[in-house]
Structure formats: structure tokens, C-alpha cells
């Protein structure tokens, strides 16, 4: 690779806060988003279109809602006409951090490889957090070599890179963590409900979970907090996390394997979406239970922190 510049498209929720840690190392970044000032606010220089970051850089960073949305920037169409596909060219490394289809990345993949273009599929976990910390864990699917030449950007970012398989194997390992972080998180905030209406001290029985066969990534590090009103933003929504779960489902479908726990997160995060909660952190599914079972929230006084 010759370009110093890393080229980023998708600057939101996660990939600006991916983009800053970028910047703060050193990193020059040149980035496109649909909202034209999520670059500068990321400290990336602006660029008119995904071709255009193409055209400027060796390795192309993506942070996008879902696979249609990657199909678009990547292969261009649908009004997107300036894609990444109508500046790319043979060397350089296309790196999508999205939580994407399997079966799309595949046939991305393929048609970039036609031009000399590796496609790397990188699922990433950790949230917000993480990605402002540059510690998120990427699950990495694709060429071995392509992998290499981007893992000094991507060290960056992560603290942990897994070479998972070939092309799609990343993504593929990204919606079974995702399924196991839907069904953790919709279950224990049924539980926590049911105990705020028993009257439990919530902060006991977290550490009596903690300490037992219940613990889960949800009871460590995401209930401790909202109970006292933090909500941690910044995450993923609940909006998104049910696009997780229908797409595991999908991947169950294709794979032929019986899927028999997805309904309760499907249901448990679809609730959130029908009673207003769609675009807030999925830690919310607790208050639309809530909802449900007499208003019920775990935090008694004062505003939940932003």
C-alpha cells in the first residue's frame, strides 16, 4: 500500500467514533457520509462520494446500517452512481466493518476480486466503548495476505483480530455473537424486570447472578449500570439489533439448522420498535418491557444519564 491516507465510508454512530482513533494515532483519514459533516467531526478530511475515497486510498474502511446499504456504496446503483466500484483498482483492500449478510459479502467479494480487489469481511464487537477505547474485537473473513497488509490500521482499532475463514466467515461469526448478545441482553432484562416487581434489591442480585450459573456479558457490564439510570449510549439500536436476529435467522435457513430461540429476541426487540424505542440503545428493551408490565424501570430517581 502507498496511500498514507485511509479512506472511511460510514461515519456514524460507530465508524466516526472508529474514524477519531484513527485520527488521534496519527492517521490521516479521508471519509464520506451521507450526513456531510460526520467527517469533520471525526477529524476526517471530507470527500464528495465513495468513489472518491476510493480513488485517494490504498485501504477503504466501511461502517454501514446493512448489506443493502454496503451493496450500494460498494457497487454503486439505486442513486449512488459514483460507488466505490467506479474508482477501485487492482492492490488496494476494502475492509467492511458492518454487520452485513454472509451471502452478500460473498458476492461482493467476488466482484471486486474480478478487479484485483481484496474484500475483507470484519465484524466487530465491543460497542461504543470499545471502538472509542480502539479496543474492539474483529472477526476477519477473507485473504490471509489482504488481512496482513491491513492489520496496521486495524491494530489500531482492536485489541484482538481473528482470522475466522474465507470470505464471509466474518460476518458469519458476528450474527451468531450477535444472537448470543440479543438473547443474553432481552433475557436478563425480562429477569430484571420480574425482580424490580418482586421488590429485590437489583444490585444483589446481580452479584448473586454474577456468581452463578446466570452470568452473562448483559448482567456484568450492562445492568450494573442502568439500574442506576445509565444506558450506556452510544450502542447499537434497538432497530439494529433486530436486524442481527433476522438475519441469524436467514443464516439458520440457509444452513438448514433449526433455529429455536429466536423469538424471544425477535419479539422482545420488536417490542421496543413498535413502542418508540427504535433508534435508542438496545439496552432500552428493558423499559419496553417495562412498558408492558406496569411501567415498571429499574431506576427510581433523577434522569437516566446521557
Given amino acids: 500500500m502507498t496511500s498514507t491516507a485511509i479512506g472511511f465510508v460510514g461515519l456514524g454512530n460507530m465508524g466516526g467514533r472508529i474514524a477519531r482513533v484513527l485520527v488521534d494515532s496519527g492517521r490521516p483519514v479521508l471519509g464520506y457520509d451521507v450526513a456531510a459533516d460526520r467527517a469533520p467531526a471525526a477529524g476526517a478530511e471530507p470527500a464528495a462520494s465513495p ?76 460497542g461504543a466503548s470499545a471502538a472509542e477505547k480502539g479496543t474492539l474485537t474483529l472477526m476477519v473473513g477473507g485473504p490471509p495476505s489482504a488481512l496482513e497488509a491491513a492489520r496496521p ?20 461469526t458476528k ?41 452473562n456479558f448483559a448482567t456484568q457490564n450492562r445492568f450494573p449500570k442502568i439500574i442506576k439510570g445509565d444506558y450506556l449510549q452510544g450502542g447499537l439500536s434497538n432497530t439494529l439489533m ?3 436476529v433476522i438475519l441469524y435467522t436467514e443464516l ?37 418491557l417495562g412498558d408492558i408490565s406496569g411501567g415498571v424501570r429499574l431506576y427510581d430517581q433523577g434522569e437516566r444519564a446521557s
Avoid: W
Fill in 51 to 126: 468513489a472518491a475515497v476510493a480513488a485517494a486510498t490504498d485501504l477503504i474502511l466501511l461502517s454501514l446500517p446493512d448489506s443493502t446499504v454496503v451493496e450500494q456504496v460498494v457497487l454503486g446503483g439505486d442513486g449512488l452512481i459514483d460507488g466505490l466500484i467506479d474508482a477501485l483498482h487492482a492492490g488496494q483492500v476494502v475492509v467492511d466493518l458492518s454487520t452485513a449478510s454472509p451471502e452478500s459479502t460473498r458476492r461482493i467479494s467476488a466482484r471486486l476480486a474480478e478487479l484485483g480487489v481484496d474484500y475483507l469481511d470484519a465484524g466487530i464487537s465491543g
Fill in 153 to 172: 490500521a486495524l491494530e489500531v482499532i482492536s485489541a484482538r483480530i481473528f482470522h475466522c475463514g474465507e470470505s464471509g466467515a466474518g460476518h458469519t
Fill in 175 to 215: 450474527l451468531l455473537n450477535n444472537f448470543l448478545n440479543a438473547v443474553s441482553l432481552a433475557a436478563t432484562a425480562e429477569v430484571m424486570v420480574a425482580a424490580k416487581k418482586a421488590g429485590l434489591d437489583l444490585e444483589v442480585l446481580l452479584d448473586v447472578v454474577n456468581h452463578s450459573s446466570g452470568v
Fill in 242 to 244: 433486530l436486524k442481527d
Fill in 252 to 288: 439458520l435457513g440457509q444452513l438448514g439448522v433449526a433455529g429455536l430461540n429466536a423469538s424471544g429476541p425477535v419479539a422482545s426487540f420488536g417490542l421496543a420498535r413498535a413502542l418508540g424505542y427504535a433508534d435508542q440503545i438496545s439496552n432500552t428493551v428493558v423499559d419496553a
